[in-house]
């Protein structure tokens, strides 16, 4: 079957007051486009088609390199003269869905359900039931409860404006019939514009059968219009996201003070406390506990590992099982620890390879590193891998200790079971099994004398 999809995402925005086209306003860090991609993208034999206007170059660049056709309509005449843009770009013997690009949190399976029902005979129509339909299309039917036509709030009549169940905005109808009744729609309307509900009642005229379907939650069909309506929306989704993990053995703390903005994948017995936030994606094996206040992307983490609170993990970052981090830990980039090892408070680490049970436990910078197993780290040391162009290794052999304060400066290789004394700067290699000590001697002055004021 061929599905042409048309999303329609010319309109302004006006109430967002925003240098940004609504489009590509952001929800659960993606923009609302892109969640109207991915529900649509899913579904059978789909060609996707954008139709734009407002902020066009914007809005192509955000999605360069993706397979979208992107058609533009360079005056906004009304949701039926968007749709007229794509007319000539609609396959022979498709059928077409047409959903709104504000509208992020659209289901790919009430649109499945509504394809299924479109025939030749058929169009399809979603429909709600608000308590507050102000400002919506309402669905006029007849005796028989068959849909008769839409009518827009703004032409109403006081009966009419009565009526609960409102247009969403999302149909379905064959190309041919499409086609057939688009271009006999005028603006003849309090608006003066082109309205594609007009399009339900010229079909339903000539015999058409209109069959509605209902979205599973009426957030599913909710535009954004508004930042209000972005923050309301995007609470439902996380709430909607903590419920998941609620039920598969997570204990979300604080579902309001929750946010995942990507994938997330947990194991059982996994408690996150308040104010966490998950980007990119995220691995979570069972056992996990992780603390107040951390900002989690790109990690993938073993079992049983505790992330104290005000952690922050900027993957790709890999933690094998018992790995312990934080409090006030920033894992950057390309950091793995091996089983059981520990990163403690004030550490910062990037590309660092840290084998199991070692222990970097307090106020220190581990980068461009390959520490070995059970290595101690001491309170102050720091790897200077920068040379000022180059960036170099500093590799600590197993069983190694490194006094606090130490200086690394490589590329230098500290061997197996050796021991750097505090507030050593290393600068030569430093055999398996010795003590490397480099800092000054100290001096005792016995006859000192503090100065006095005079
Ligand atoms: C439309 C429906 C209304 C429905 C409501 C649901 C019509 C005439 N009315 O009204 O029945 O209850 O949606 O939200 O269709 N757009 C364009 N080009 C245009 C006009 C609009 O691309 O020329 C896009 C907008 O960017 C938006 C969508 O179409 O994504 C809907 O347009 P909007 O003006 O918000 O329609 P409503 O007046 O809300
Ligand atoms: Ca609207």
């Keep these: 079957m061929l599905l042409d999809v048309l999303v329609l995402a010319a309109g302004k925005g006006t109430r967002m007051r925003s240098e940004l086209p609504k489009v590509l306003h952001v929800l659960a860090g993606k923009p609302l486009l892109a969640h109207v991609f991915n529900s649509v993208e899913a579904l059978d034999g789909a060609a996707i088609n954008v139709i734009v206007g407002h902020g066009k170059e914007q809005i192509q660049k955000t999605f360069a390199g993706q397979r979208f056709n992107w058609i533009e309509q360079t005056s906004q005449l009304g949701t039926a003269h968007a749709v007229q843009q794509a007319i000539p770009h609609l396959r022979e013997g498709a059928k077409v ?26 169009m399809a129509l979603l429909t709600v039931d608000l308590e507050n339909p102000r400002g919506y299309g309402r669905i006029l039917r007849n005796q028989a409860g068959d849909v008769t036509g839409i009518i827009e709030q703004k032409d109403a009549a006081p009966e009419q404006l009565k009526i609960t169940e409102v247009n969403t905005g999302v149909m379905a109808m064959t190309a041919v019939d499409l086609k057939t009744w688009l271009p006999k729609i005028n603006n003849n309307n309090a608006q003066k514009e082109y ?30 219009n508004s930042r ?19 039920d598969s053995g997570v204990t979300v703390i604080d579902p309001s003070r929750f946010d995942s903005r990507g994938e997330l994948n947990t194991g059982t017995d996994v408690v996150i406390d308040i104010n966490c936030i998950f980007e990119g ?20 983490i073993g079992d049983n590992v505790t992330i104290k609170a005000n952690t922050v993990i900027e993957g790709p ?9 934080g409090p006030f830990a920033r894992l950057r980039p390309h950091t793995a620890l091996g089983q059981g090892a520990k990163v403690g408070n004030f550490v910062e680490t990037k590309k660092a390879d840290i084998g199991p049970g070692s222990k970097i436990s307090h106020l220190s910078y581990v980068g461009d590193a390959k520490l070995g197993s059970d290595v101690n780290v001491g309170a102050g040391t720091i790897t200077c891998n920068y040379d000022g162009v180059n960036k170099h290794l500093t590799e600590i052999d197993d069983g190694a200790f490194i006094g606090s304060n130490t200086s690394l ?14 507030g050593s700067t290393i600068n030569r290699n430093v055999p398996d099994e010795s003590l490397a000590i480099a800092r000054g001697k100290q001096r005792v002055v016995d006859t000192w004398k503090r100065p006095e004021k005079n």
């Design 97 to 122: 869905l047409i959903v709104y690009g504000d509208v992020p949190l659209i289901k790919n399976a009430t649109l499945k359900k509504m394809i299924a029902g479109v025939n030749d005979d058929a």
């Design 409 to 422: 400066v490589a590329p230098v290789v500290v061997g197996k079971n050796a021991t750097v004394g505090a």
């Design 317 to 325: 970052v890999t933690l094998g099982d018992d790995v312990q981090v």
């Design 281 to 300: 994606t995220n691995h979570i094996g069972s056992g996990v506990v992780i603390g107040p206040n951390c900002v989690i992307k790109d990690a993938t």
């Design 228 to 246: 209000a309506q972005l923050v309301t929306l995007e609470r439902y989704y996380q709430q909607q996201i903590a419920n998941k993990l609620l």
């Design 195 to 224: 309205y594609l509900t007009d399009v339900i009642g010229l079909a339903r005229a000539a015999g058409r059968e209109i069959n509605t379907y209902a979205p599973e939650a009426v957030e599913e069909v909710e535009g954004v």
